[in-house]
């Protein structure tokens, strides 16, 4: 009886691909150790985060916070929307701003209530936490667009983030904080709701620019130096990609299959 092969030739590409990548982290995460200076592009959606909240509170208006309907407390987006909230929730702890987050899931709306409680106890202002501000609205997509949009034109916070995950309400929430001239930092890993945002928003983050925010925002060097080694191997695939075109431009051109040269 023939043993089983122990080795699988067929996925080898992958075994290359996870040595690459494992070596990548470990060197990144070595160059945190060595407390060299990370340097991240500058993102102008996040950069005016601090302004916009000094907004709100210069007028005495709330900040509204939603993380969308489309997503759970799984999804990527919707954890580095926590991650967002976090620093919102300290600045408008340290400027007494109201911060208003209403969300359609009760179990976002528990764990935004813990991350919001945390962000005001560690700057030193737990009193001025309100649990009320941090809702449920509903579960039905335009039933949630609608209680937010109420809230937006009775509220008419200064300033409106529209960070997670979203779906067909994001053009109707843009629109309604576009009409009462809210400064609107949004952003999502939706490409289809991207180009609502980038029309109606001052500010938009595209795609992994959302994911990156934690550690632009903290400047915490674990979180940077994960950045770093997707920014590597992003460049790598690029490479991997544009050298698969040459080769097959080549093997066209030449009529023939360069494998089939080597026989020779």
Request: some cysteine; proline content about 3%; aromatic content about 10%.
């Amino acid at each position: 009886m023939a043993l089983p092969s122990w080795f699988n030739a067929e996925t080898l590409a992958t075994l290359l691909a996870s040595i690459i990548s494992i070596l990548i982290v470990v060197y990144t995460t070595y160059y945190r150790r060595k407390d060299r200076e990370f340097r991240v592009r500058t993102i102008s959606g996040l950069s005016a985060v601090e302004d916009a909240i000094g907004r709100a509170t210069e007028m005495a208006r709330p900040v509204l916070y939603t993380p969308g309907w489309g997503g759970d407390i799984q999804r990527p987006t919707t954890i580095a929307s926590m991650n967002i909230l976090s620093h919102v929730a300290e600045k408008t702890a340290g400027y007494d701003c109201r911060l208003v987050y209403p969300t359609h899931d009760p179990v976002i709306m528990a764990v935004a209530q813990e991350v919001v409680k945390e962000s005001y106890t560690r700057v030193g202002f737990p009193d001025r936490y309100r649990s009320d501000d941090i809702s449920y609205v509903s579960s039905s997509q335009f039933g949630y667009a609608a209680a937010v949009d109420g809230l937006i034109s009775r509220l008419k916070p200064a300033s409106i983030f529209l960070l997670g995950t979203f779906e067909a309400e994001s053009l109707i929430l843009a629109e309604t904080g576009n009409s009462i001239n809210a400064i609107q930092i949004a952003g999502t890993d939706s490409t289809i709701q991207l180009s609502f945002f980038i029309v109606a928003c001052d500010y938009t983050l595209i795609g992994e620019e959302v994911f990156a925010a934690s550690g632009y925002l903290s400047g915490d060097r674990s979180i940077l130096a994960s950045v770093k080694a997707q920014d590597i191997m992003k460049v790598l695939i690029a490479l991997f990609v544009l050298a698969a075109v040459v080769w097959s431009t080549v093997e066209t051109l030449a009529g023939q299959s360069l494998s089939e040269w080597w026989v020779f």
